[in-house]
């Protein structure tokens, strides 16, 4: 019987509920899970890929992983054309920044900046909210190393451990038992993977259904965005005990 | 006939003006601030076209206060110094402001540093500068005097042969100027060198 209030956008049922925005939540518990671990000396983002096939051009580009800018980086969960528009303007929002005031755009503003035009689309124009959810992870100076979760509605969160996607509660949870402050960058990915194998559906896990990221400092200071290449993913797989060594026959 | 000039010293940087407000051939005022504080460590000498001197000055503050209370950070002075530079650059071919500023703040991880922008939005990061007739003069004395990390009271010294050379050699030279000064305990008025006081009052009978 609420169903009538559901097919506008921008307008509250009865209840006080925006429907089309847990449509949209709904939409993105069935999409390939993302976890982000913060770490005291950086953020890691793990996440499930569902678009698995040999023919796939995978180093030429990520499913999951996406640079905002040279200090940040997300990790995305639901329908990919939306997020394809939103990072691109969270590109455009954090280039303006830097053109205004020649500096990095600070972590927190990027996402708040991004999340406001999210919420546009839960108020006015009609137009449905994007299906995706986002794990911000960046460096600033002013903050330094932080991890940003974000939803349809235009709400964001800091944490210091999150996950989106499916079984999304299963891993948070397990994030919420394991996670340590002061954990390393190095525990953050043991963490992150292992997590991530427990909640995704294969059986088999391999580096082709995974991709790994981590936002950290170089010596010099500078920030770095790594994504990790399906050899030494596997090699790391192993090392962690996620995935067995192959038997020789 | 306006001034600004400003150099860096060991953990401070002052910014100087003159204070005369002429309008045709009249002193309106020679005791006019014209050195607006940004925010609690950020100094920003500004002159030229009177009306948007004031009005572009207050924009600036305005946002930058606006940007603390949005963020919760206060921008750095390189960050206030550009955003001021984008500003003007942006209006130079629609409505430009006839304004010339030194702009001067002191940053936790950077110190102290100044910013020379002239009114076509030329921004450089420079140890000392200065705009206006002025300049003519004292951009010569400073290159002969200026030491890199003077205390305080060597470059008041700079300052003030600066300020009786623009006061020797400038046909209509402005009698007073203030001097304001940025360091880790913020941006304040450092001192005034006046040779004219406002008259006020009738003579006593």
């Given at each position: ?66 640079k ?23 590109r ?45 992870a ?21 944490w ?46 391999s580096?082709?259904k ?27 797989l ?12 | ?23 045709s ?26 009306g948007d001197?004031?009005?572009f ?40 402001y ?7 703040g ?8 100044l910013?020379?922008?002239?009114y ?68 304040r008025?450092?001192a ?7 008259m ?5 009978e």
């Amino acid at each position: 019987m609420s169903r009538r209030y559901d097919s506008r956008t921008t307008i509250f049922s009865p209840e006080g509920r925006l429907y089309q925005v847990e449509y949209a939540m709904e939409a993105i518990s069935n999409a390939g899970a993302a976890i982000g671990v913060l770490a005291k000396d950086g953020v890691v983002l793990a996440a499930e890929k569902r678009v698995t096939s040999k023919l796939l051009a995978t180093t030429k580009s990520t499913e999951k992983m996406y640079k905002i800018d040279d200090h940040v980086a997300c990790a995305v969960a639901g329908i990919m054309a939306d997020a394809n528009i939103l990072i691109n303007t969270a590109r455009l929002q954090a280039q303006r920044y830097t053109l205004a005031y020649q500096e990095p755009m600070p972590v927190e503003q990027l996402v708040q900046s991004l999340c406001d035009t999210k919420q546009g689309y839960t108020q006015f124009g009609g137009l449905r909210p994007f299906g995706v959810s986002f794990l911000f992870a960046g460096y600033d100076s002013n903050f330094g190393f932080q991890l940003y979760m974000s939803d349809p509605s235009g709400n964001y969160g800091g944490w210091k451990a999150a996950a989106i996607g499916a079984n999304n509660q299963a891993a948070q949870s397990m994030l919420k038992q394991d996670y340590k402050d002061d954990i390393t960058r190095e525990e953050a990915l043991q963490l992150a993977l292992k997590v991530l194998s427990k909640t995704m559906d294969s059986t088999t896990l391999s580096a082709e259904k995974l991709e790994l990221a981590e936002i950290s400092l170089s010596p010099q200071g500078e920030v770095k965005y790594k994504v990790w290449s399906a050899d030494d993913l596997n090699k790391m797989l192993l090392t962690f005990g996620i995935t067995q060594p192959v038997e020789e026959s | 006939m306006e001034t600004v000039f400003g150099l860096v010293g060991d953990g401070f940087a002052l910014v100087v003006t003159d204070t005369s407000a002429v309008q045709s051939i009249v002193v309106q005022k020679t005791d006019d601030d014209k050195i607006m504080v940004l925010d609690s460590h950020k100094l920003m000498g500004c002159t030229g076209e009177k009306g948007d001197r004031v009005q572009f000055s207050e924009f600036i503050q305005k946002n930058i206060a606006l940007y603390h209370f949005r963020n919760g950070i206060p921008l750095s002075t390189a960050a206030a110094a550009n955003f001021t530079r984008n500003e003007l650059a942006v209006a130079l071919r629609k409505n430009p402001y006839q304004t010339n500023m030194m702009i001067a703040g002191w940053d936790k991880d950077v110190g102290p540093s100044l910013y020379y922008l002239d009114y076509i939005a030329t921004l450089h990061k420079l140890e000392k500068g200065g705009l206006g007739y002025g300049a003519y003069f004292l951009l010569s004395l400073m290159d002969r005097y200026y030491e890199k990390n003077m205390s305080v009271d060597k470059a008041l010294e700079l300052v003030d042969k600066c300020i009786a050379e623009v006061r020797a050699r400038l046909v209509v030279a402005p009698p007073n100027f203030v001097i304001k000064i940025v360091d880790k305990d913020g941006a304040r008025t450092l001192a005034w060198r006046k040779t004219v006081e406002e008259m006020s009052g009738p003579p006593s009978e």
